[in-house]
């Protein structure tokens, strides 16, 4: 996944925002709560991909090849994990991943703040 798939990608979740912020990484919003992160490739062509997912699946992705956990995350507690090349999980599987970290996200805004941006996730 180059940059401008990722961008474009999260651009059509509704209700997001962007933002290049830490260095020059692609930040991806709701309700100002960050739920991807795009950026950090190392020499290679592979666009690095943070997002936070479920305990299951973290511990699941974490030690796949192409995976890891999140740097400053991860190591904080939080369930996020990054995705540094696509060994075991294709661009598919990794839109997917970004579609559930975006409602884990809004899940967790608060009520009022769902309410105002015109929806209520169910749960």
């Known amino acids: 996944m180059t940059e401008s798939e990722f961008n474009k990608f999260c651009a059509s979740l509704p209700h ?24 950090w ?14 305990p299951m699946s973290y511990e699941l992705l974490k030690n796949q090849p192409g995976l890891r956990p999140a740097p400053y995350l991860a190591s904080r507690g939080m369930k996020w994990i990054q995705r540094t090349g696509p060994e075991i999980m294709d ?3 990794l839109q997917d991943y970004v579609k559930a970290s975006y409602k884990l ?3 967790g805004l608060p009520k009022k703040t769902q309410k105002e941006l015109g929806w209520i996730l169910e749960r």
């Open 91 to 93: 661009d598919a599987t």
């Open 105 to 107: 996200v809004a899940l």
């Open 16 to 39: 997001t925002h962007h933002v290049v912020q830490w260095g020059g990484a692609q930040v991806w919003k709701i309700a100002g709560k960050v739920f991807a992160i795009g950026g």
């Open 41 to 54: 490739n190392d020499e290679s062509e592979n666009l690095f991909v943070t997002f936070k997912c479920s």
